[in-house]
């Protein structure tokens, strides 16, 4: 087996049959000091794998997880694939793109945001980025929410995993989605004066996700907007807003932009 390590990737050559993560932990850790949002493994150039092998990237995705980083398998050829699930732990949990680039790009969205200032902020407003919600008129909400020295926006896409995928997978037209929400989100609050970070966080199901990126970033309030409905009202929406009205351990504020009058 040789172990190639360069910029964000490490590349497997030969046979894996057993577990090689003591002798890869020293390059995965020298990658994450270079790239803290995670690291490649390039599988394309294994001839074979076993069962211990394969081990190796559930001890490397158990370990990276715990450093706050990603794990991304990629070119895994199909008779590894085979052995990956079989192995528990393994298939169900282990995130695979398809090609280096593929992963890359799923590792930058990871870091779309600027450094946060040291020190603990003043008020931090949250505004959830959700395509059921009317995200553009929290942004404007929010701007005039954050008063106050130190107050904060952020700016959080849930990009929700589905349960059939590893948490961590790459999805590359959610992921696209994603960074171009969040631009347009940060262009609507650059005019604010107020510093705004925007961020991506992945969850199984939205309203968990918003309540859990509220108690992280310390939230004073969750800013939502609700567009008018012109049917029968969406059940999801239904569930999202009634879930932080009853747990959300901050104030939310749940409101409607105001009808544009006829010329």
């Known amino acids: 087996m040789i172990i190639e390590a360069r910029e964000d990737v490490v590349t497997l050559r030969g046979s894996l049959v057993e577990n090689m993560w003591p002798a890869l932990k020293a390059a995965a850790?020298?990658?994450?000091r270079q790239h803290s949002t995670g690291i490649i493994i390039d599988?394309?150039?294994?001839?074979?794998?076993?069962?211990?092998?394969v081990q190796t990237f559930v001890d490397a995705m158990n370990y990276i997880q715990k450093?706050?980083?990603?794990?991304?398998?990629?070119?895994?050829?199909?008779?590894?694939?085979?052995?990956?699930?079989?192995?528990?732990g393994a298939g169900s949990q282990l995130?695979?793109?398809?090609?280096i680039e593929e992963a890359r790009h799923s590792l930058e969205l990871q870091d779309v945001h600027p450094t946060a200032p040291a020190g603990r902020p003043g008020k931090v407003v949250l505004v959830p980025i959700v395509d059921l919600l009317d995200w553009e008129h929290g942004?404007?909400?929010?701007?005039?929410?954050?008063?106050?020295p130190r107050a904060e926006i952020r700016l959080v896409y849930l990009l929700e995993v589905?349960?059939?995928?590893?948490?961590?997978?790459a999805l590359p037209e959610a992921e696209?989605?994603?960074?171009?929400?969040?631009?347009?989100?940060?262009?609507?609050?650059r005019d604010c004066g107020v510093q705004t970070i925007a961020h991506v966080e992945r969850t199984r199901e939205l309203a968990a996700g918003i309540l859990q990126a509220a108690r992280d970033l310390s939230a004073d309030v969750i800013v939502t907007g609700v567009r008018?409905?012109?049917g029968a009202a969406d059940p999801r929406l239904e569930r999202v807003l009634s879930t932080l009205l009853q747990k959300a351990e901050c104030e939310v504020v749940i409101d409607r932009a105001q009808a544009q009058s006829a010329a």
């Open 43 to 53: 599988c394309g150039s294994l001839e074979k794998a076993s069962g211990a092998g």
């Open 162 to 169: 589905p349960l059939s995928l590893p948490v961590g997978a």
């Open 67 to 88: 450093q706050g980083a990603r794990i991304l398998l990629t070119d895994v050829p199909e008779e590894v694939m085979q052995v990956l699930r079989e192995v528990p």
């Open 29 to 32: 850790n020298l990658l994450l």
């Open 228 to 230: 008018k409905a012109d």
């Open 95 to 99: 995130p695979v793109a398809r090609t």
């Open 139 to 148: 942004v404007g909400l929010a701007c005039r929410l954050a008063d106050g």
């Open 176 to 189: 696209e989605r994603a960074r171009e929400a969040l631009n347009q989100a940060r262009t609507l609050a």
